[in-house]
């Protein structure tokens, strides 16, 4: 009989079988519901050791999670699903999430939104896990100390291998699958059947991107520049460039003078930046953004390749839709100037993401989202918000998506 390793709560092998049953069984105090108080508190109760100064300063990607799990946060997410006059929200059921394993605190979000809706969930963690990860498993187990019964019964996070039986029987016994990375990964989970009722929520390779004004940056105050640089930083370098949400390629809008004049002051205050945070950049990792930057130059998309140190590079590209969207090594940034923000419309696809922005207002912004007209483009949000994670994601309402609707007429 396959088995799993249990993370959190922590302990040893379980069958899978027994897991299922586990979580499937109604806790003694009553099922699970919608804002139900039990996970309310333990959420709140483990944001707060997130944010605790030690733990802020060794993962700062932590400290957006623990804000995130605030309580005033929380009551913004339930307000979204709130009953309704001949309408209520119920549980899903069984929510089984299939995280990535280069994003590895990425499941926190997720399944914490899905246990606000009252699921019961397993969340897979990669034996990979390490770091941060490692961190947010420490503070949920040293929570549970404190938690509800139903918490450790009904939210269970488990390590296994490449298994195919476990994961297809997670999948026969959910509600609802969530499933986040690679085209390849998404594909490969979704071989596995789920219920005649129960449906995927995918999330599968996406590319993102950031536009900046060029007369916007030049005439910002340097306060703000700084603060953007830091903000351009945050969202490339946390999680080396690898999420979805991080920008890959940058577009400069405006007259070329402005575009350079700007282009050289953010490098600048970039350089600072790193200086000052200096992030790990190996010897491989290295060699690996020149195969890829000289690549881009090899197929004809790129014009010109410049390397400030192993942790920054960035790449002319020879037009604004030879964007590469594939990941091309931490601190890797291909740029194009273009004359107006529309003009990046056409440019757009359903893969495209997040854009950041810096120097707009919101008419030019809407503007523009009017113009992609949903072919892409998920998420607009200012530069430094790229990996603040919201409740609604890639196009989808997570909290309504973790929640099913009983409808009620009288006569």
């Known amino acids: 009989m396959s088995k799993v390793i249990e993370r959190f709560p922590v302990g040893g092998a379980i069958a899978v079988d027994d897991l299922v049953d586990a979580l499937r069984a109604t806790p003694q105090d009553g099922p699970l519901t919608v804002g139900d108080e039990r996970v309310v508190d333990f959420l709140v109760a483990f944001a707060r050791r ?14 957006s999670l623990g804000f995130f799990l605030r309580r005033g946060e929380i009551t913004k997410a339930l307000a979204r699903v709130a009953d309704e006059p001949g309408q209520l929200r119920f549980p899903r059921g069984l929510v ?20 606000l809706a009252g699921n019961a969930n397993v969340v897979r963690i990669s034996s990979r896990s390490a770091g941060a990860a490692d961190a947010v498993l420490g503070a949920l187990n040293d929570t549970l ?21 476990v994961t297809a029987a997670l999948s026969m016994a959910a509600d609802l699958r969530v499933i986040w990375g690679g085209d390849r990964s998404v594909s490969e989970i979704r071989r596995h059947p789920l219920p005649p009722h129960a449906r995927d929520v995918t ?18 105050p340097a306060a703000d520049r700084d603060a953007a640089a830091l903000g351009f930083y945050n969202d490339a370098y946390w999680f080396d460039q690898a999420a979805c949400a991080s920008p890959r390629t940058v577009y400069w809008v405006g007259e070329a003078a402005d575009a350079e004049a700007a282009r050289a ?34 197929e004809g ?35 194009a100037r273009i004359d107006a923000l529309t003009d990046l419309a056409p440019v757009v696809v359903r893969r495209d993401q997040t854009m950041t922005h810096f120097g707009f207002t919101g008419e030019e912004l809407a503007a523009f989202a009017r113009a992609v007209a949903g072919r892409g483009i998920d998420r607009i949000v200012p530069l430094g918000d790229a990996l603040s994670f919201a409740a609604t994601w890639d196009g989808y309402d997570l909290m309504r998506e973790f929640t099913r609707i009983t409808t009620i007429i009288t006569r």
Do not use: C
């Open 50 to 63: 997130l944010l605790r100064p030690a733990v802020a300063r060794r993962y700062p990607e932590l400290a």
């Open 96 to 115: 089984f999430h299939v995280p990535p394993a280069n994003v590895d605190t990425i499941f926190v979000y997720s399944w914490a939104l899905s246990a």
């Open 145 to 165: 100390a404190e938690a509800h019964p139903a918490v450790r019964q009904t939210q269970r996070m488990v390590t296994y291998g490449r298994d195919d039986a």
């Open 203 to 220: 999330f599968p390779d996406r590319s993102s991107f950031t536009v900046i004004s060029a007369t916007g940056w030049l005439g910002a």
């Open 265 to 298: 002051d953010l490098l600048a205050r970039l350089r600072t930046v790193l200086d000052s945070k200096r992030p790990e950049v190996d010897a491989a990792m290295a060699v690996e953004k020149r195969v890829a930057t000289y690549g881009l130059a090899v």
């Open 301 to 335: 998309l790129a014009t010109a390749i410049h390397f400030d140190g192993n942790d920054l590079a960035t790449v002319e590209l020879t037009g604004p839709g030879d964007i590469p969207r594939r990941w091309l090594g931490v601190g890797t940034f291909p740029q």
